[in-house]
Structure formats: C-alpha cells, structure tokens
C-alpha cells in the first residue's frame, strides 16, 4: 500500500487515523506500554522475519518495503475476504485463561505472543515471558498472562522440523496468506530506490538522519512528525556486524537485538544477554540502534557507555570524505557533539576481547527493567600477567556527558588487583566525575553508587575480591 504521509509520521497514527485500524491502542505514546505493538516483517539476507515494535515510535518512513502486521491482521481470512470472527489459538489462550479483564493492553499482548510463535527460539516459558517483557496489563495481574504464554509454549512445542510459516498457518495461528509475503516483499525490494549516503545533492535536503528513533520520537515527535528525513534503516548493508582479525564492525543501523543474535558478540561477551535484558523491552531493543544511542548523547545511554569501556572508533562520513575519531571524544559537552550536522556513522569499530581480557558491565535504575539508569559503569581490562596491563571504564550519570574515566584507568594501569588499590581508584574517580541531583538521586547517591559499582566489576571479574 502506498501512502503520501509524511515519512517522519509514527506509525501508530498511520495505522489509526490514516486505515483507520483502532484495534491497534494509543497509550503512552513512549513506547513503555505495549498497547500499540505491531509486529514487523521484512526481509533479511532474503530470509522473511518478523519482530514486534512499539508503533508509536516507528516513523512512517522506516515501514517502507517491509510487512505491517496489526491485530485485525493475525484473525483468518473467510472467502469473502474478510477477517473470520472466530479467535487465533493465542487470543483463545488470553480469554480461557482469563488473561484480559478492560481489554486496552490485550491487543499489544496478543501481537507480542503472536510475534513470539514466529520466533525461531527455544519454546519455552521464560522465553514466552521475555516476548511480552514490553507489554504492561493495569488491571489484570500477570499469573494469568503468564498462563496464556504457557498454553502457546505448549502449542508450539508440537513443532518438529517443520518450517516456522508453515507450521503457524497450519495451526491458524497466522493467515494463509503469510506464506505469500515473503514474494511480495521481494518483489518490492526490486522496485525500492533509497538515494545511497554517497549521493550528497540528495542528502543535503535531508537533515535528520534516523535509525529506530525510539528516545528521538519521545523528546521531539513534534517536530520529527514533518521532517524530511534519512532513514538509515532502509540502507542495504549498514545492518551488518563482522570481524576482520580482531576487530569487530558495526554498522550504523545494527539494533540490540542484532547485537544478541550476533554469534561475534555471543562469543565476545558471554553474559551480553543479561546486560541486554537491563536495557529497555524487546521492542525496544528490536528498534533502537547501536549509532543511535551514541549520537543521541544521552549522558547514560547504556550501549554509549558499554562500548565506551572498548574504546570504540567511529567512521564517519559526510558522502565525500571520512574519518576516524574515538568515542571518547565524540562529546564535547552536553547534547555537544564534535560532528558536522552533514556526517553520520558509517561504521563502529572495536577490538574484540581476547585471551586475558575481562569486560563488565553494571547498571542500577528505580526500575530493575524498563527504566533508564541512575547510574551505569562498563570496565574492560587486558591482564598482563598478574598485574593489570589495559583498562578502559566508563560511567554514565556522573556528568553531563557519557564519561570515559581516563584517570582513573591511567591508575589502574601495570598495578596488582588488591582491595587496597580500587579503594584508591574510587578516590581518583571521584575527582573526574561532576554528578547533580535530580529525580533520579542526589550527587551524593550517585557518586557513592559508582563506586560501589567499581567494586562490583572487581568482585565479579576477580573472585574472591571481597570488599568489607
């Protein structure tokens, strides 16, 4: 379908307003609630996968050539052509299971669970947990969503060897139709023409340069609503991540939940899923870009400050000319980057940990989950023997900028690990951060959260360092 919108419009209100589809829910317009969850389909390395988003933050522009799926999408479809009244095995497992009581959140629940089915992961409960991990019922309680999930783990642990399309529209868990998307899709792939971020006439008229959006459409919706816009999204191959020696590249439009699925990054940091978890949703994470989170300069962007303990460089590029400049010292103050409004991230690049290397990661919010950090601190250390030989660490929520500590790993440097030497460290950080008090703690809190999470990182990458 095409549509003569604005690009920069979400997609929620598309879906609302413009098709007039209301079964799809405005909540908190944040991407928080889950009620207006959608799943998305699209082509990758020309295989048809689908992920659920939070439609309220996904600009128009970034639906292009890929399959929107609402709620009034998942019933089957009669001769007629119309949508059949009768319930989806997931929607009959929210109603025996008396998972819905208003019914606002029950949409965005059922398209989270529906999406889930699609999923080529273990059937399993906890991860059934993890797919509704973005949803938030006010007046059911959870034991009985949780029962539903069980009822559909249950369904699709019936599913052998059989192709995942296949299976779900043979248990009417999707339309028939699905099995044809993925020709369409391909067949608007060929048509699709996306200027390349070489050709710098045509991006001179665009000044906004787009990943998933998901804090940019909270803090500026307004204004993001009738930009001209580059969605970086709908670049073939900047969603690639791949190693060559011992560095890692990233491309600009590579979201967390790439980064998860990355077997680069599995091996690199064994525990990168615990430290995804305290990140956002999984919607969340299905959108929000690495570069994005960089460039959008939040003083504690949780992945700024993870790859900031890597010392990760960034290429940037303008169309015409590149360059490299380090992460570190991309921020020059707050919301103050050292970059033209014309460039953008080309390429993320770090060195892979190795033998002798130990990476961590720690961050502490009101909210376990789904909430932004008070404070979060990342350490990264190259033992050399038994003394420290290499250490990057980086804190955010002590300054008006993602901090990288470059005195205190200055310290630490070519020294033995005793409890004696982090206490000193502390002290040494203590002098580079500049924290202020605001809803999310005092400067005092902050500043003595930090170093307990200093300590934190050495207890967990130095067993049995107990500090008392």
Known sequence: MAADESPGMVLLDFIRYHQHLAGTKIGCREGDCGACTVLVGELIHDELQYHSVTSCLVPLG???????????????????????????PVQKAMADAGATQCGFCTPGFVMSLTGFCLNDTEASKENAVAAIDGN?????????IERAADKIVDLLKKRKNENILQFVTAQKILP????????KLQNLAAGKKTPALTDTAALDKRPHFVGGGTDLYVQKHDEMKEADIYFLFNQPGLDSIHKEGNKCFIGPSVTVSDLQQSPIIQEAFPSFNRYAKLVSSTPIRNMATIAGNFINASPIGDFTIF?????????LSDGKTKRTLPLRKLYKGYKTLDKTPGEHIEQIWFELPGKNTRFHFEKVSKRTHLDIASVNTAIFIKMNGDSIGRVGIAAGGVGPVPLYLQKTAAFLKGKNVTE???REAIKIMQTEITPISDARGTKEYKTL????????????LFPPLIFV
């Open 62 to 88: 970034n639906a292009a050539g890929k399959h929107i799926v609402t709620i009034e999408g998942v019933n089957p479809v009669t001769g007629s052509g119309t949508a059949s009244p009768g319930l989806t």
């Open 136 to 144: 938030i019922c006010r007046c059911t309680g959870y034991k009985s």
């Open 176 to 183: 028939e139709y699905f099995t044809g998307i993925k020709e």
């Open 307 to 315: 790859f900031l303990a890597l010392d990760a460089q960034l290429i």
């Open 420 to 422: 004696q030497l982090i």
């Open 449 to 460: 959260l930090l170093g307990q999470l200093i300590k934190a990182h050495f207890m967990e």
